[in-house]
């Protein structure tokens, strides 16, 4: 019997239209544009502005990938929407969005795993196609970080930005499609990475409001650390277990988190720049969406059955590599 994979068959993206630039941020808080390319890569990030939510920015880029495929929002069955920052505490931003889309048939829930998010939710996506039970389903990775940042803390405030990413998931019957994967937690890290109120741990109260406890809060060259080799040393797990090497990968998608992290998981897998994604530069880290918008942003230079390495380290620790083989070739 021929195994039924998960293809990606389409990619939708979206980021919003204010820019915010280094420049900017010296205004904000003591820092530098120099420092902030030199130790991040980021130059600008983009903000979403006035009274819209994460669902706004993933209904955007899925309008984007409607518009690519034949596919219909009623013809959706499962939609999977991996962010830290979704509308309401409950109910789920995926059965807003549904609503937001009119995917009437779908049913949807929402997946946290911090920056590890979106290669949680593909997949479990992929699951559900490889299993039979779903032909269609959509993974969206969004976030507004904007309302989770304090525009005082330095540490912080110059690494995130906002932004949507979507990427269709169909079935494949010839080798195509999501591959390979190797997920991981450990929450003994989840003091160095987090928002310390507003959960059932630590509820919300005046106090907690006072003392900026709704923000990200994060201890960086901690996190530094555990990331550097966390993604790197996943990345080669994948790779060996499927014969890859730097020469037959085709790109390394990575969690867009800091230049340096990526430099560091993309020498170790012997790849060369060319064949990196990178887009932290204009848009910083946008959590979930990081991976779905670096697709987005090359989708052009991709080909059917390039090999695909998608790799991500975040906050719980959550981490994980993804093998993938490119399913189509962009028009
Ligand atoms: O996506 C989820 C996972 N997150 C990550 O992977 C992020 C991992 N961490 C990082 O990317 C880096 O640790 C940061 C970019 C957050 C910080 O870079 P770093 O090279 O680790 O800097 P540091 O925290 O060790 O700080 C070095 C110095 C400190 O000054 P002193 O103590 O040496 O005098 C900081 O106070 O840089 C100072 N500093 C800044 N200076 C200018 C910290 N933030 C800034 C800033 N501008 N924005």
């Excluded at 019997?1 to 941020?25: C, D, F, H, R, S």
């Excluded at 085709?250 to 800091?258: I, M």
Aim: aromatic letters at 10%.
């Amino acid at each position: 019997m021929t195994k039924l994979t998960a293809a990606i068959t389409a990619i939708g993206g979206y980021v919003p239209e204010y820019i915010l630039t280094n420049k900017e941020l010296e205004q904000m808080v003591n820092t530098s544009d120099e420092w902030i390319q030199e130790r991040t890569g980021i130059t600008e990030r983009r903000i979403l502005k006035g009274d819209r939510a994460s669902s706004d920015m993933a209904v955007e880029a899925l309008k984007d990938l409607f518009a690519k495929t034949q596919t219909r929002p009623e013809d959706i069955e499962l939609i999977i929407c991996a962010t830290v920052s979704p509308d309401y505490v409950h109910p789920a931003t995926a059965s807003i969005i549904a609503d937001k889309i009119g995917a009437k048939n779908a049913w949807g829930f929402d997946l946290s795993a911090a920056c590890s998010g979106f290669l949680f939710a593909l997949n479990t996506g992929s699951k559900f196609i490889e299993s039979g039970a779903h032909k269609k389903v959509l993974v969206i990775g969004v976030d507004k970080m904007s309302c989770r940042i304090d525009y005082e803390d330095r540490n912080t405030c110059i690494l995130f930005g906002d932004g949507a990413g979507a990427v269709l998931l169909e079935p494949n019957k010839e080798g195509y499609g999501i591959l390979d994967s190797e997920l991981k937690t450990d929450g003994s890290g989840r003091q160095f990475l987090l928002q310390k109120a507003g959960g059932s741990h630590y509820h919300t109260s005046i106090d907690t409001v006072m003392n900026k406890e709704h923000f990200v809060y994060q201890e960086g060259k901690t996190v530094f650390k555990f990331a550097v080799k966390g993604m790197a040393d996943i990345t080669d797990m994948v790779m060996k277990r499927n014969g890859l090497t730097g020469g037959s990968i085709a790109f390394l998608v990575p969690h867009q988190a800091n230049k340096r992290i990526i430099d560091a998981t993309a020498e170790r897998a012997g790849l060369p720049p060319e064949k990196v994604m990178l887009n932290i530069q204009k848009y910083g880290n946008t959590t979930c969406a990081t991976i779905p918008l670096c697709l987005w942003d090359y989708e052009k230079q991709l080909k059917k059955g390039d090999n695909l390495m998608f790799a991500a380290f975040g906050g719980g620790f959550s981490w994980g590599a993804i093998y993938v083989k490119w399913a189509y070739n962009s028009q």
